[in-house]
């Protein structure tokens, strides 16, 4: 059972997004002295979790400073308008490409009501609250923000989606990666051994931006990285390149099956899986094939779908 709140070192913390299922989804909240920020929200239905995290590290809404998104994915950044509402003396922060869908979200909900359907949507994400422009910051690559003297070094990783930055602290020299730097759950761990596979998922997937984007993060040499799917992760140099290698894996079996006309999709989704099962299998994963393909379907359906995009866009 993932705890609700993880603490860490140098200030850090993990609260659980309680999105679908507990240990999925992490929002870190990144304290200094009297200062707070979070990076990632979760969507609305995470609010109340944070709430109880503030109230259990005794930060008041004056005390966050920045709401930070590292992508407008909304299970990243679908609670960024309800928690800037809450606290407000806060700024959000956002990638310049993602920086208009937070002001205006009318097509960044469309598009996800595309990816999940309607009611789906409304069950996980509620609505979606605007953010006054005059409350956005937009962070380019190489800019950085001080959070009460800790200096916050923003970078554009794109790959995942080209509206995607990380964030390296350089306190601790730990990278808030979003989902560029894949994805590691905690139930896959193997004697504090971390699995990672990455995130294809619709609709901006570019394998070799993707690539780029992970050496990026690894030439500040980071001691961890924080991810939203989920939490810490330290042995960084070998999941860097098993990240890189899955990559090449998984385009290799949307290559396989691209012709294949109406089964494609349903063959994408099979590869895929097995392929993530034979690997879990390597890695001494204790869990049966059933609960690990529990754990994993969501992942597997929506990465079969950013993966049938980028083949379908040459």
Not at 177 to 204: A, C, L, M, N
């Amino acid at each position: 059972m993932t705890e609700t709140l993880q603490d860490y070192d140098d200030g850090i913390a993990a609260i659980d997004a309680q999105h679908i299922r507990p240990g999925l989804a992490a929002i870190h909240l990144l304290v200094e002295g009297d200062k707070a920020a979070f990076i990632d929200t979760g969507t609305n239905c995470s609010v109340p979790g944070v709430l109880e995290a503030m109230q259990r590290k005794n930060l008041r809404p004056e005390n966050i400073a920045y709401v930070i998104v590292t992508h407008v994915h909304l299970d990243h950044a679908g609670g960024a308008g309800e928690m800037m509402r809450l606290f407000p003396e806060a700024m959000l922060v956002v990638h310049p490409r993602g920086a208009r869908h937070m002001i205006d979200p009318t097509k960044l909900v469309a598009g996800s009501v595309a990816v999940y359907g309607k009611e789906s949507f409304r069950r996980a994400y509620g609505e979606i609250v605007p953010v006054s422009a005059n409350r956005v910051i937009e962070a380019s690559h190489g800019f950085t923000l001080d959070l009460n003297g800790r200096r916050l070094l923003f970078l554009d990783t794109p790959g995942h989606a080209r509206h995607h930055f990380c964030v390296f602290d350089e306190r601790s020299k730990g990278v808030f990666t979003g989902d560029t730097f894949g994805i590691s759950y905690r139930e896959f761990d193997v004697d504090g051994r971390e699995f990672i596979f990455p995130t294809t998922t619709p609709v901006q997937f570019e394998p070799e931006a993707a690539h780029d984007s992970i050496d990026l993060i690894m030439s500040h040499h980071p001691r961890a990285a924080y991810l939203t799917h989920y939490g810490r992760v330290t042995q960084l140099s070998r999941l860097a390149d098993d990240l890189h290698r899955t990559l090449d894996d998984f385009v290799d079996i949307a290559e396989g099956v691209r012709d294949t006309g109406a089964v494609r999709h349903q063959r994408l989704v099979e590869g895929l899986g097995n392929y993530l099962l034979e690997r879990l299998n390597a890695h001494g994963c204790r869990l049966s094939h059933d609960e690990a393909l529990t754990l994993l379907e969501n992942d597997i359906e929506l990465n079969a779908q950013g993966l049938a995009v980028w083949m379908d866009r040459g």
